[in-house]
């Protein structure tokens, strides 16, 4: 017995079915080129990886940033990563697929080679029962950032630098007074990391500007104790070392008692009572 011939209007709604299943399609068609067209736009990378883990498709930004002619179609994703860090891989892969999502840094490593930081977010893309059908990730090149991080600490170091130099001239001056003779006022508190700068600036000093007499002045310094006693009596060796003299002036009552008392063999160190007698006395000893 033969089928009964469609009717017209089961002809018209089957028509319809039709007609509107290709206008889904072709919106969904449309959605996909404006997808594409984002994408391809985007200055981040973006890459498709196949659960076997190998790429299928990238943007063009990511071609730029691998230097793969076709973005590494059909190259394993372990490939794109520097040897060191591929041991991560299997966790990552792990993460992605119980949580869905991950993100961090990688080192990528070019097709030619050369290797730069990078940063991606990565998603596990699925169908519509909730089974994963790939991987998705979008890496930004972070070079350009890592440099400016990398100038900004080096100007920052310089600025330490230039503000440590600046310090030192403040904490420890020398001033050349007269002809071979130059004078450094100390004022507050004397630690064994300014103790070893008085002798740095110390030495530096003679040798710049050729003096043979040294004039130390300490009034400014209200404690000496073992450490201060210490670096005056090392200081006083090097400049004898350096066949000059040191003259130590400012030593108040309080401090004198002081060095009394640690019993401090100041027996090498000229001494006077203020930085005007030491001045008055180095120049009557280069007069004579």
């Known amino acids: 017995m033969s089928a ?17 299943r290709v206008a889904e399609l072709e919106q969904s068609e449309q ?15 973006v890459v498709i990886i196949s659960l076997e883990g190998r790429i299928t498709h990238s943007n063009a930004a990511w071609v730029r940033m691998s230097a793969y ?6 190259i394993a994703l372990a490939e794109t990563v520097i040897e060191e860090e591929r041991d991560r891989l299997p966790l990552v892969i792990e993460q992605l697929m119980t949580q869905g ?12 080679g050369e290797t730069f930081p990078g940063q991606v977010s990565a998603f596990v893309i699925r169908d519509d029962e909730g089974q994963p059908q790939a991987i998705a990730g979008i890496v ?36 050349p007074l007269a002809d071979d003779v130059v004078v450094m006022p100390l004022v507050g508190a004397i630690d064994s990391a300014r103790a070893q700068q008085i002798m740095e600036v110390l030495l530096e000093g003679i040798a710049q ?21 210490d670096a005056l009596l090392r200081a006083a060796r090097a400049v004898q070392l350096l066949g000059a003299q040191i003259i130590l002036t400012g030593i108040s009552a309080d401090v004198a008692q002081t060095i009394v008392h640690l019993g401090a063999d100041m027996g090498r160190i000229m001494t006077r009572a203020n930085l005007q007698e030491g001045l008055r006395y180095a120049l009557e000893e280069r007069a004579r």
């Open 31 to 45: 959605g996909l080129r404006v997808f594409k067209q984002i994408a391809e736009s985007l200055p981040d990378g």
């Open 209 to 229: 500007y050729q003096a043979d007499t040294v004039l130390l002045d300490i009034s400014g310094v209200r404690v000496v104790d073992t450490q201060v006693a």
């Open 101 to 112: 999502t991950w993100r961090g840094d990688w080192t990528y490593l070019r097709a030619d």
């Open 69 to 74: 002619a076709d973005g590494g179609v059909g």
């Open 140 to 175: 930004r090149d972070l070079s350009e950032q890592r440099q400016a991080e990398e100038e900004r600490v080096a100007l920052q170091e310089q600025v330490i630098d230039a503000q440590r130099a600046a310090l030192r001239e403040v904490s420890t001056p020398l001033i």
């Open 4 to 20: 009964e011939p469609p009717t017209i209007e089961s002809l018209q709604r089957h028509i319809a079915a039709l007609q509107a």
